[in-house]
């Protein structure tokens, strides 16, 4: 009589229940792939990149759950973040552009941003000056560019910085190779980091 469950100990029980069925999707997960791994003509990196969603799938879940939180907190966090804005407190990671940082308040984690625009507009330009911007406040920065070379990026970034209008260096002049000395040596210092694999499945980026 006293081991009976009571209505006051569901959570305790449910958390039971979820643990066994997170660890019964694990264990056919590792089914699947040990039982893929055997195909003669499947590739590696299927396997894995097939492996690594299923478990992402199942450790967000679980983050999910249990970030669930009351209204009531939510809308006290709501009030401190317009405090902290009418105080001047930056609520994200600013990005040195000011009309963007005030329609953003910075960059916060868990959200996405797109620059969208038509080809040839400088689109990357304008997110390796971002990048460049925060890397200046000593936030390291990982970039990933799956369209050109990490030389090619890097060259945009010093052309940018030293406001080189040519890409041929023999139309720079003394000033303009002084220039881009100088912006190399200012990207040089920067925490930042260029990973140019073409073709990164979401796996291999995690």
């Not at 299927?46 to 199942?58: C, M, N, Q, R, Y």
């Not at 809308?75 to 804005?85: E, G, L, T, V, Y």
Request: charged share 20%.
């Amino acid at each position: 009589q006293d081991s009976t469950p009571s209505a006051a100990s569901w959570q305790y029980f449910a958390d039971i229940v979820r643990e066994k069925w997170d660890l019964r999707r694990v264990i056919k997960l590792s089914g699947k792939a040990s039982s893929d791994a055997h195909e003669p003509e499947i590739e590696a990196l299927s396997v894995i990149e097939g492996l690594d969603s299923g478990l992402t799938e199942i450790v967000s879940q679980r983050a999910t759950g249990s970030e669930i939180r009351p209204i009531a907190d939510l809308a006290r966090a709501a009030i401190d973040s317009w405090d902290a804005q009418c105080q001047g407190i930056a609520g994200g990671i600013m990005t040195g552009f000011p009309d963007f940082d005030t329609v953003t308040q910075g960059l916060k984690g868990g959200e996405l941003v797109i620059l969208a625009a038509r080809p040839g507009i400088g689109k990357t330009t304008l997110a390796m000056n971002i990048a460049a911007n925060v890397c200046s406040d000593g936030v390291p920065v990982g970039v990933f560019e799956m369209e050109m070379s990490d030389v090619s990026l890097v060259k945009r970034l010093i052309a940018a910085k030293a406001s080189l209008q040519s890409k041929r260096p023999q139309q720079w002049g003394e000033s303009g190779k002084m220039r881009a000395v100088n912006g190399v040596a200012w990207v040089s210092k920067l925490p930042l980091h260029i990973d140019p694999t073409p073709g990164l499945s979401v796996a291999q980026l995690r």
